[in-house]
């Protein structure tokens, strides 16, 4: 059984940092794209990001390029999402999904296999 174990978030002032993690069991993890998404109330749920776990390659929905960075500790089966410079705006409920098909599908609004319990980051103006 795919499970994936969110973690790290919480309570930021605007401007501030937050490290998400992600631990997945159940699968071959370097078979798998692992990131994230989010969903704030009264929107939809977007892509965030994602890491190709067997070349590490990376990608990001535009609104968190250039502040969010993705990464993976394969020894660990855990990916971190280290996100700086956190906006209002970035306030939502984030979940880890892991999918075996490339991730770019995620910022066209479409799902991923795998999803983990989310993880509510709220960040204050």
């Known amino acids: 059984e795919v499970q994936l174990q969110a973690s790290g978030g919480g309570l930021v002032q605007a401007g501030g940092s937050l490290r998400l993690s992600c631990a997945a069991s159940?699968?071959?993890?370097?078979?798998?794209?692992i990131g994230w998404f989010r969903q704030a109330p009264g929107k939809e749920r977007e892509g965030v990001s994602c890491i190709s776990s067997s070349d590490g390659s990376t990608s990001y929905a535009d609104s968190v390029k250039g502040r969010f960075t993705i990464s993976s500790d394969n020894a660990k089966n855990t990916v971190y999402l280290q996100m700086n410079s956190l906006k209002p705006e970035d306030a939502a409920v984030y979940y880890c999904a892991a999918d075996l098909v490339p991730c770019t599908r995620w910022y066209a609004g479409i799902g991923a296999d795998y999803w983990g319990k989310g993880t509510l980051v709220t960040v204050s103006s």
């Open positions: 159940g699968l071959t993890f370097d078979d798998y794209f």
